[in-house]
């Protein structure tokens, strides 16, 4: 099992930049799963937004956030981390740190929720003027 804590949310103007932050308590060696963030936005559905797969960490990105978004992570620290530039008002959403603690360590693209089965409490972005 893994519990996961987000970090790193708030309330910034339209260009501005955030990085959330999301630390994992588990008893599973960090570095052999994969990751990942999502969100959903007030009246929409939970969506992807980008995931990197175990050690070395291969990453794989929504197209809406491509080119401003970044994952990486932090395995002695078990942080994985998404850094948001340029942010947009359709950024605004509850972001989400996820876990895939069932898969092989990769990325799986074509699974439900990216195959993740373990999810943070989610911390709150709003973008704004």
């Known amino acids: 099992q893994v519990q996961l804590v987000e970090s790193g949310g708030g309330t910034v103007q339209p260009g501005e930049s955030l990085r959330l932050s999301c630390v994992a308590s588990t008893q599973r060696t960090f570095s052999t799963y994969a990751l990942g963030w999502f969100r959903q936005a007030p009246g929409k559905e939970r969506e992807f937004v980008a995931a990197?797969?175990?050690?070395?960490?291969?990453?794989y990105y929504a197209d809406s956030v491509k080119g401003r978004f970044s994952i990486w992570r932090d395995n002695s620290k078990n942080s994985v981390y998404l850094q948001m530039n340029s942010l947009k008002p359709e950024d605004t959403a509850v972001y989400y740190c996820?876990?895939?603690?069932?898969?092989?360590?990769?990325?799986?693209?074509?699974?439900?929720?990216?195959?993740?089965?373990?999810w943070g409490e989610g911390t709150l972005v709003t973008v704004s003027s």
């Open positions: 990197i797969s175990w050690s070395p960490g291969n990453t």
């Open positions: 996820a876990a895939d603690l069932s898969g092989p360590g990769m990325i799986r693209a074509g699974a439900e929720n990216y195959g993740m089965d373990h």
